[in-house]
């Protein structure tokens, strides 16, 4: 059997990843054909429908939420993990009102910018960039602060950038739980017992690398050859954690919350729907 699966080719995903596509555990006749492509391209993709496995931002979910479900394994939450508001050293930004803000983002379906939304509600003025383009920006004068995510909030101050303000604190100041970034969705009309296989085939991918981290390296260098292996490494540590082999209760309840948060303030859609398999 043949099933499309997409992801980026960001550390953390190729380090969860490495062991299902490559074979290094038993894929139980099912062959993984992979598409890779940055968070914003993904949910894109997935408000189509047009992958039966896609890697999407929690924010996204909400809207391509009729054709997938969100799977147990994969996932990336996490504590003081979240995006950062960043500006150029010594801007001074906070003196200017926020709605006079000019602000690069890296996509209107990623959870970064839900979490911007929900911090600075009158900031308005935002333009979309691929992640990785979104320091530059800020360097070059084309927007006044930048929200990053990825390995980027490891790099920004050796560039000349300083912090804002941390979206992983601002919602850890509304909500004690951990933060849905991203997670691995199936077709939600796909059978059950195969959403599950899919599932379970996940978890032992995630858990392969824990127990021998050196094996996935040498595909998540093929995708990130411009980082250094101690970001590689960071950025693996931040992003993979025991959320990702499980989501568990606590991973569980806190994406209920965050959906439950933009119901309430009328972020994003959602009527309802189950959101995880069981």
């Known amino acids: 059997m043949n099933l499309t699966i997409g992801y980026s080719p960001c550390p953390n995903d190729c380090f969860i990843f490495d062991a299902l596509v490559h074979r290094k555990i038993d894929t139980r006749g099912i062959n993984f054909e992979v ?4 968070v914003e391209t993904l949910n894109r993709a997935a408000l189509n429908g047009d992958l039966d496995i896609t890697k999407l931002s929690f924010h996204a979910y909400a809207y391509a939420i009729n054709n997938y479900i969100l799977l147990r394994a994969g996932s990336a939450l996490g504590f003081n993990c ?5 500006q150029k050293k010594n801007n001074n930004l906070l003196s200017k009102p926020v709605s006079q803000w000019r602000v690069a983002i890296p996509g209107k379906l990623t959870t970064a910018n839900f979490l ?31 929200l990053i995510i990825h390995e980027n909030r490891f790099t920004y101050q050796d560039k000349g950038l300083e912090k804002i303000a941390d979206m ?3 919602w850890d100041s ?15 009309d796909m059978d059950p017992l195969l ?3 899919v599932n379970q085939l996940i978890k032992e991918s995630v858990q392969y690398a824990f127990t021998q981290p050196e094996s996935p ?12 292996e101690e970001v590689m490494k960071k950025h693996i540590a931040l992003y993979v954690n025991d959320f990702s082999v499980e989501l568990g209760l606590t991973g569980k309840n806190a994406v209920e919350l965050l959906f439950a948060k933009a119901a309430e303030l009328n972020l994003f859609p959602y009527g309802g729907q189950q959101l995880i398999i069981e």
């Open 195 to 197: 959403q599950q296989k």
């Open 116 to 146: 911007f939304s929900l911090a600075y509600p009158g900031a308005t003025n935002k333009v979309e960039y691929v992640f990785s383009g979104i320091e530059n920006a800020v360097l070059n004068n084309e927007v006044d602060a930048g």
């Open 217 to 228: 390296m040498n595909y998540v260098k093929q995708h990130a050859q411009e980082m250094s």
């Open 168 to 170: 992983g604190e601002f």
């Open 82 to 86: 979240g995006p950062l508001l960043v």
């Open 35 to 38: 598409h890779l492509g940055d």
């Open 174 to 188: 509304l909500i004690n739980a951990p933060i849905p970034l991203g997670g691995i969705a199936i077709r939600r």
